[in-house]
């Protein structure tokens, strides 16, 4: 069972656009929900983390919204650059499970912003 | 060099052949991780070491079989694969601290091929 659902899979945008990508989870123990940026070539990257006592965090260009009741949470990408063109994962976690700070990742989301 | 890097970055082999990824990590973490990413799929824990101590095996098969010597070494020592076992492996590693959540930092891994 897959305990992070994530969507769009794919998403095209054009440069200055606000690209949205959804996750839902079901496990009401998660706590941590980071989102990680993968280039070509290269290993995923924290981007933006957030925890469920807020319902929103903004890191430049980037934003989490946060809806506990709803069990869901998306990454907002304000004035999107060609160089924003990759893979974004949404994570979740529960400090309480038996492996510290096991992720459990949704399968991803391939962004393409074009100039 | 610093943060997490992975030898070698690419792998072919045969069904029949024994072979080893190795990652070492330059940050004084004390834990470490092998992921296996699959297109499509999202990104499979397969062990987890905290302080040289394997404390998660994923259920992951016996033909692949990790080793880590100390906090900064991780191995994974792979033999008789199958061509279902084509992926990129990453590695990963964070700090340690009781109950918390831990940013983990990627390497850029290993894309093995298996003929």
């Known amino acids: 069972q897959q305990q992070v659902k994530q969507s769009p899979q794919s998403l095209i945008v054009q440069k200055g656009g606000i690209p949205i990508i959804n996750c839902a989870y079901e496990?009401?123990?998660?706590?941590?929900f980071p989102w990680y940026q993968q280039f070509p070539g290269k290993g995923p990257a924290l981007l933006i983390a957030i925890r469920p006592d807020v319902s929103e965090k903004k890191e430049g260009r980037f934003t989490i919204s946060f809806n506990k009741s709803a069990k869901q949470f998306s990454l907002h990408i304000m004035d999107s650059q060609p160089g924003d063109s990759a893979t974004y994962f949404c994570a979740a976690s529960n400090k309480r499970g038996s492996t510290l700070g096991r992720l459990y990742f949704g399968r991803g989301t391939q962004l393409t912003v074009w100039p | 060099e610093t943060g997490v890097t992975q030898t070698p970055r690419h792998l072919v082999m045969g069904m029949t052949n024994k072979k080893s990824l190795k990652c070492e990590q330059h940050?004084?973490?004390?834990?470490m991780y092998w992921y296996k990413q699959s297109a499509k799929k999202p990104l499979e824990l397969m062990f987890v070491y905290n302080f040289k101590e394997q404390t998660e095996n994923n259920s992951v098969p016996s033909r692949f079989s990790p080793e880590c010597p100390n906090s900064s070494h991780l191995f994974l020592h792979l033999h008789t694969l199958q061509p279902e076992d084509s992926a990129l492996y990453l590695c990963a590693s964070s700090p340690v601290a009781s109950g918390g959540h831990n940013e983990q930092f990627f390497g850029p891994g290993t894309r093995l091929t298996v003929l």
């Open positions: 940050l004084g973490h004390n834990a």
């Open positions: 496990n009401t123990a998660f706590d941590y």
